[in-house]
C-alpha cells in the first residue's frame, strides 16, 4: 500500500462546470502522475510533477491543469468540462526518478461529464 | 499512436492451465517494462517487471519474457487461479528519465483475463 487517495471517487458534473480531483500521499515521494483511463486507449498521462510547484504536460494534457503547492497533494482541475473528459482518473506516485522504478496508482476517480 | 499495443483484448484460460498474455512495442527507446494487473473499480497494481538487459524474469507464478528483436513480450501465469482474473496492462518505459527526472509510462490497451474455475 503506498498510501494514495483520490477524492472525491466518484462524480457527475455537467459540461462548462470547473472540476478539481485531488490526489493524497502519505509517504512524501516526489514524483507524482495523473493519468486517465478510457476504453480502447488504455491509461495515458496527463500531467506530473517532479517536485512541489514543478510539472509538466504529459500526453495528453489539453483542456488540463495541475498544481501542486506542498509535497503530499496533486490536484487536477479541469477548467471547462467537456465530455470528452468523461473517463476514470487515476493517480501515481513513483519513489525515485530512477529508471527502473514502479509507479503505484491510487484507486481512481470516476468522471461522468454530462 | 499507440506505442505499446496488446492485440488481445480478452482472454480465457481454464483453472491450472498456462495464462499467456502479450504485448508489443514500437519505440526502441524503451528499454524497461513493467506489467499491472487491474481489479474493478481499483486502481493498477504493479506485478512484474523486466530489464531490457535479460530476456527472462520469474517471479513465483508469474514469468516475464522479452524478445527485443522482435520488439515483443508475453507475460506467462501457470499456474492459472480464478483469482487471477482482472485486466493486465503491459508498460514501458524511455531508457533515459526526462529532464526532470520522472519516468513516464506508456500503457498499452490493456487484456481482460479470465480463469474458468
Known amino acids: 500500500d503506498a498510501g494514495i487517495t483520490q477524492s472525491p471517487r466518484h462524480k457527475v458534473t455537467e459540461t462548462g462546470t470547473p472540476v478539481t480531483l485531488r490526489c493524497h500521499q502519505t509517504e512524501n515521494h516526489r514524483y507524482m502522475y495523473w493519468y486517465r483511463q478510457d476504453p480502447g486507449h488504455g491509461l495515458r498521462l496527463i500531467h506530473y510533477s517532479y517536485g512541489v510547484k514543478d510539472t509538466d504536460k504529459g500526453e495528453v494534457s489539453d483542456g488540463y491543469s495541475v498544481s501542486r503547492s506542498k509535497t503530499e497533494d496533486f490536484l487536477l482541475t479541469l477548467e471547462s468540462a467537456t465530455s470528452s473528459q468523461t473517463s476514470v482518473y487515476f493517480c501515481?506516485?513513483?519513489?525515485?526518478?530512477?529508471?527502473?522504478?514502479?509507479?503505484?496508482f491510487g484507486p481512481g476517480t470516476r468522471l461522468t461529464v454530462l | 499512436d499507440q506505442q505499446v499495443k496488446q492485440n488481445s483484448p480478452s482472454l480465457s484460460v481454464q483453472e491450472g492451465r498456462i495464462s499467456i498474455l502479450n504485448c508489443d512495442y514500437t519505440n526502441s527507446m524503451f528499454d524497461y517494462f513493467l506489467w499491472y494487473k487491474k481489479y474493478p473499480a481499483e486502481g493498477p497494481t504493479f506485478l512484474i517487471s523486466?530489464?531490457?538487459?535479460?530476456d527472462k524474469n520469474e517471479d513465483g507464478r508469474f514469468t516475464v519474457f522479452l524478445n527485443k528483436s522482435a520488439k515483443h513480450l508475453s507475460l506467462h501465469i501457470v499456474p492459472s487461479q480464478p483469482g487471477d482474473s482482472a485486466v493486465y496492462f503491459c508498460?514501458?518505459?524511455?531508457?533515459?528519465?526526462?529532464?526532470?527526472?520522472?519516468?513516464?509510462?506508456?500503457f498499452g490497451t490493456g487484456t481482460r483475463l479470465t480463469v474458468i474455475p
Open positions: 523486466i530489464s531490457s538487459i535479460k
Open positions: 501515481a506516485i513513483s519513489r525515485s526518478g530512477t529508471t527502473n522504478n514502479e509507479q503505484f
Open positions: 508498460a514501458a518505459l524511455r531508457a533515459q528519465p526526462s529532464r526532470t527526472g520522472a519516468n513516464n509510462l506508456f
